[in-house]
């Protein structure tokens, strides 16, 4: 697969993403709006649909801002739901035990990239 492939939209390169860092984007997929966010964790990079499980809204507090102050966890800025990074998950706020949507995302020759291939199930582990 390259980053010239149909089946995959170029984000952004890996090397801009701060570690641990997050980045917000706004797009149209297959017709449709998409919200969604990524995030930096090593040399690992994780993707979700913006939007928190409890009430559909948007998570970050500021453009590009979904982490916690620890840089730890995704968090919700409306109730300060925390998620893990690696799968979602959520640990403590309002929807504990419910998970943010994951969306299939790879590094292809340095660029971060969105794939059409559906989300990945709840409580996937993406491989190290």
Not at 76 to 97: E, K, M, N, Q, Y
């Amino acid at each position: 697969m390259n980053p010239d492939d149909a089946s995959v939209l170029v984000l952004c390169d890996f090397d801009e993403l701060p570690d641990p860092g997050s980045r917000g984007f706004r797009l149209e997929r297959m017709g449709e709006p998409l919200e969604l966010l990524i995030v930096r964790r090593e040399e690992r990079v994780f993707a979700y649909r913006n939007s928190c499980p409890h009430t559909g809204i948007n998570l970050e507090w500021q453009p590009d801002r979904f982490l916690d102050i620890s840089l730890s966890f995704i968090q919700c800025s409306t109730h300060g739901a925390l998620f893990r990074i690696d799968d979602g998950l959520c640990l403590r706020g309002p929807c504990v035990g419910q998970r943010l949507t994951p969306l299939k995302i790879g590094l292809v020759g340095g660029k971060v990239v969105l794939m059409d291939e559906p989300a990945r199930p709840p409580g996937y582990q993406p491989s190290a």
